[in-house]
């Protein structure tokens, strides 16, 4: 079935250091691709999605470019702050309303 | 942009009795909306999808009777736990598709529900 890979946590960085957070998925079919941020005791907002191979989601200084010849889907921002430290979560859905298919999040720690 | 209302946020509840979480699309209907539970450090596991006016459809291995899921309106969405035991004290998380045309799924804040 389809499932989503990410790296093991906790991360720890200093900031303005370079975050690359890997994320690797199985998929029959050709899904979309997100990346959630969850920070503490709060719920889910989305922070990029990409919809078709080749496609980079952006949004807050975060990337992420769809791999299809290497099923991946990297979190990648060149300059961390404090302010990012949260739990991410990539996952994928088909289709417009399917369900989204969460890797196991990965916990990430910044320190001034 | 697309809200959902989740509450409690909080709930304490003794071992044995029913806990009812409700979610609220507040200016869209929502059709579907999954209902996700996450244990600490740890990833969200679907534990059911519901529609409004059908039976909701759960996932391997939850309990129906357990997870009572209603789908009220377009508007309103319920998890109710029953008989609650220690073992249910989770973060239930419910979600929303996106409309037609729009960016993303819509997430509720969450409710922590501890059984004592």
């Known amino acids: 079935g389809d499932s989503v890979t990410q790296m093991e946590g906790p991360v720890t960085l200093s900031e303005e250091a370079f975050l690359t957070i890997n994320c690797t998925y199985t998929a029959t079919g050709y899904p979309s691709l997100f990346w959630y941020v969850q920070y503490p005791g709060e719920g889910l907002q989305l922070l990029l999605k990409a919809t078709k191979a080749d496609d980079k989601g952006s949004n807050k200084g975060f990337e992420a470019t769809y791999r299809k010849e290497t099923t991946s889907f990297h979190l990648e921002k060149g300059s961390v702050q404090v302010s990012d430290s949260a739990v991410y979560f990539c996952a994928l859905a088909y289709n417009q309303g399917g369900k989204l298919i969460f890797g196991q999040g990965t916990e990430l720690s910044v320190k001034p | 942009g697309a809200v959902v209302s989740q509450h409690p946020s909080r709930v304490i509840c003794k071992s044995g009795t029913s806990v009812k979480i409700e979610c609220r699309s507040l200016d869209f209907q929502a059709t579907t909306m999954f209902w996700y539970r996450q244990f600490p450090k740890q990833s969200l596991m679907l534990m059911a999808t519901s529609n409004e006016g059908s039976k909701a459809t759960y996932e391997q291995g939850v309990e129906k009777d357990k997870f009572l899921i209603n789908h009220a309106s377009l508007t309103l969405s319920t998890l109710t736990v029953t008989s609650a035991h220690p073992e249910d004290s989770s973060f239930y998380i419910c979600?929303?598709?996106?409309?037609?045309?729009?960016?993303?799924?819509?997430f509720g804040s969450g409710t922590r529900l501890t059984v004592v």
């Open positions: 979600s929303a598709p996106p409309e037609q045309g729009l960016y993303g799924y819509t």
